[in-house]
């Protein structure tokens, strides 16, 4: 029933946010899809979308999962009333908090 559905943001879904805000989170959102989806600004800007997003509370049997990351995640960028200079701003916040898990956890 859900075969190609997320649980998480997927990297893949960020062109589709590009029309929805001003210029500044069009150029923002253009340069993170031509990233690959390992680069820290597109772990950054997915884990940006998964708060904004509340992901981590979604599950299959939700009315947002049966909706699709698509649709939820343009629904939530279009609800929030923030300019493009206060999304930048939750990006960057991101980017220091993606960061710091990077430099503090020994991957493989």
Not at 2 to 25: A, N, Q, T
Not at 26 to 52: C, G, N, V, W, Y
Not at 55 to 77: E, F, H, M, P, V
């Amino acid at each position: 029933m859900y075969s190609r559905c997320e649980i998480l943001f997927p990297h893949s879904r960020v062109g589709g946010l590009k029309k929805l805000k001003g210029d500044e989170w069009r150029k923002l959102t253009e340069r993170i899809a031509l990233l690959p989806e390992i680069h820290e600004d597109s772990l950054s800007f997915s884990h940006m979308m998964i708060k904004l997003c509340d992901c981590l509370n979604c599950d299959l049997g939700s009315y947002k999962a049966a909706l699709g990351c698509s649709a939820c995640s343009q629904r939530t960028i279009n609800a929030l009333r923030d300019s493009d200079p206060q999304l930048k701003k939750r990006f960057e916040k991101s980017r220091k908090e993606v960061r710091l898990y990077l430099n503090e956890t020994e991957l493989p």
